[in-house]
């Protein structure tokens, strides 16, 4: 991203990229709200420093589609598989 804006206010993405992640030792779930066919808006992650003091960390799936499709999960490990550069 970059401090440019266009004529609508909005920043201008300049470079896109597609990220796989792969994440294991999954030790609790709550996806019950968050369907398939859902749409992520946000994929989040917490801190290093909940890693270093509890042995895992939590990510969090919030939907376009409205808050009450949200979940998330916990895992002890995740790494990034694969980072491409994205074209339309």
């Not at 398939?36 to 290093?48: E, V, W």
């Amino acid at each position: 991203m970059t401090n440019d804006v266009d004529v609508d206010g909005y920043f201008i993405l300049t470079k896109k990229h597609e990220v796989s992640f792969s994440f294991t030792h999954i030790i609790s779930t709550n996806l019950d709200s968050f369907p398939p066919s859902n749409i992520l808006y946000t994929l989040g992650f917490s801190s290093l420093e909940e890693f270093k003091s509890l042995g895992h960390f939590s990510i969090n799936l919030d939907s376009a589609m409205g808050s009450d499709l949200s979940g998330g999960f916990k895992a002890t490990y995740g790494m990034v598989t694969c980072i491409k550069p994205y074209s339309e």
